[in-house]
């Protein structure tokens, strides 16, 4: 499924949180959603999923605008995994995933057996199948993560698209998960902090910083020393390690001053 953002503007009490973003993800596509804290990754997640409605632009499944779709309607083609979202009830860890169900659910209808395989499938496929009677509640904050992936990979959709989904986990299950992501032909689009991870499983990476589109491309294009100073503030080394994948080596934050003194035409301020 294609994933596009047209032009999105979306503000919180009059202060722009997005302004005037365009992003096209092509179908089976795995892109990254970078930037620093508050540069307005979550918020996009959002208005992808149909939880905020934009005021001006358009969100498109497929070329569809799905302005005025239902929730179940949406859910039928993406799931969303929020950051550290969590019934916080006495569930147990199957029946959170699934939840995952609900939207093909016939009205007045409960889970049948084909749910309760693809809740099964779910589990296993994240390697929590032996968890899955367990109560939510005595979850870690790892296992609860991979459990929401199951719930998400329950709903079978065409897209996900996921907020910091390697948060809690060990490196194991962050590799396994990028792994998946990676492997799958559904479309993607995944919020991360890590960049290394980012630039080694990411076909495409998307650059926000103060509610803007810095740039899109190419990990290699998209991640230089020269964006990692003016835009994270960090003083980096780009490599590549000795199975060819990308690595960054952080030196140190860099000073507000350092900071400005990298800036290039391209450094997007607040308020421009
Ligand atoms: N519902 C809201 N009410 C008030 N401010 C909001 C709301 N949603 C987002 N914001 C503000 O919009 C900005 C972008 O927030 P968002 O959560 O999208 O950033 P982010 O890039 O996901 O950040 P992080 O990396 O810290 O998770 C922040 O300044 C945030 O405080």
Same mark, same amino acid.
């Given at each position: 499924?294609?994933?596009?953002?047209?032009?999105?503007?979306?503000?919180?009490?009059?202060?722009?949180?997005?302004?005037?973003?365009?992003?096209?993800?092509?179908?089976?596509?795995?892109?990254?959603?970078?930037?620093?804290?508050?540069?307005?990754?979550?918020?996009?997640?959002?208005?992808?999923?149909?939880?905020?409605?934009?005021?001006?632009?358009?969100?498109?499944?497929?070329?569809?605008?799905?302005?005025?779709?239902?929730?179940?309607?949406?859910? /039928?083609? %993406?799931?969303?995994?929020?950051?550290?979202?969590?019934?916080? *009830? !006495? @569930?147990?860890?199957?029946?959170?995933? =699934? +939840?995952?169900?609900?939207?093909?659910?016939?009205?007045?209808?409960?889970?049948?057996?084909?749910? /309760?395989? %693809?809740?099964?499938?779910?589990?296993?496929?994240?390697?929590? *199948? !032996? @968890?899955?009677?367990?109560?939510?509640? =005595? +979850?870690?904050?790892?296992?609860?993560?991979?459990?929401?992936?199951?719930?998400?990979?329950?709903?079978?959709?065409?897209?996900?698209?996921?907020?910091?989904?390697?948060?809690?986990?060990?490196?194991?299950?962050?590799?396994?998960?990028?792994?998946?992501?990676?492997?799958?032909?559904?479309?993607?689009?995944?919020?991360?902090?890590?960049?290394?991870?980012?630039?080694?499983?990411?076909?495409?990476?998307?650059?926000?910083?103060?509610?803007?589109?810095?740039?899109?491309?190419?990990?290699?294009?998209?991640?230089?020393?020269?964006?990692?100073?003016?835009?994270?503030?960090?003083?980096?080394?780009?490599?590549?390690?000795?199975?060819?994948?990308?690595?960054?080596?952080?030196?140190?934050?860099?000073?507000?001053?350092?900071?400005?003194?990298?800036?290039?035409?391209?450094?997007?301020?607040?308020?421009?």
């Amino acid at each position: 499924m294609r994933i596009t953002a047209e032009r999105l503007n979306w503000s919180v009490a009059g202060t722009p949180v997005l302004r005037d973003i365009s992003v096209d993800i092509e179908p089976g596509q795995t892109v990254g959603l970078l930037g620093p804290n508050g540069s307005g990754k979550s918020s996009l997640l959002r208005c992808l999923a149909g939880l905020r409605l934009p005021e001006a632009g358009a969100v498109r499944y497929d070329g569809r605008p799905i302005a005025g779709w239902s929730a179940r309607r949406i859910a /039928r083609q %993406i799931a969303f995994m929020e950051q550290d979202s969590g019934p916080g *009830t !006495a @569930l147990r860890v199957a029946d959170v995933v =699934g +939840l995952g169900r609900v939207p093909f659910h016939k009205r007045w209808h409960g889970a049948d057996a084909t749910d /309760r395989a %693809i809740v099964a499938a779910a589990l296993e496929r994240v390697g929590l *199948t !032996a @968890l899955a009677g367990r109560s939510w509640a =005595g +979850l870690s904050g790892g296992e609860r993560q991979r459990a929401h992936l199951a719930r998400a990979l329950a709903q079978q959709p065409y897209g996900l698209l996921l907020d910091e989904p390697t948060n809690h986990l060990d490196i194991k299950h962050q590799l396994e998960l990028m792994e998946l992501l990676a492997g799958t032909d559904q479309t993607v689009l995944v919020v991360l902090h890590d960049l290394s991870l980012a630039a080694r499983y990411c076909d495409r990476l998307v650059l926000l910083h103060h509610g803007r589109l810095v740039t899109a491309g190419s990990p290699t294009a998209v991640l230089t020393a020269d964006r990692l100073a003016e835009i994270f503030e960090v003083d980096a080394e780009l490599a590549t390690d000795s199975l060819g994948h990308p690595v960054i080596a952080y030196r140190a934050p860099l000073t507000d001053k350092e900071s400005h003194d990298r800036e290039r035409p391209h450094r997007v301020r607040p308020g421009r």
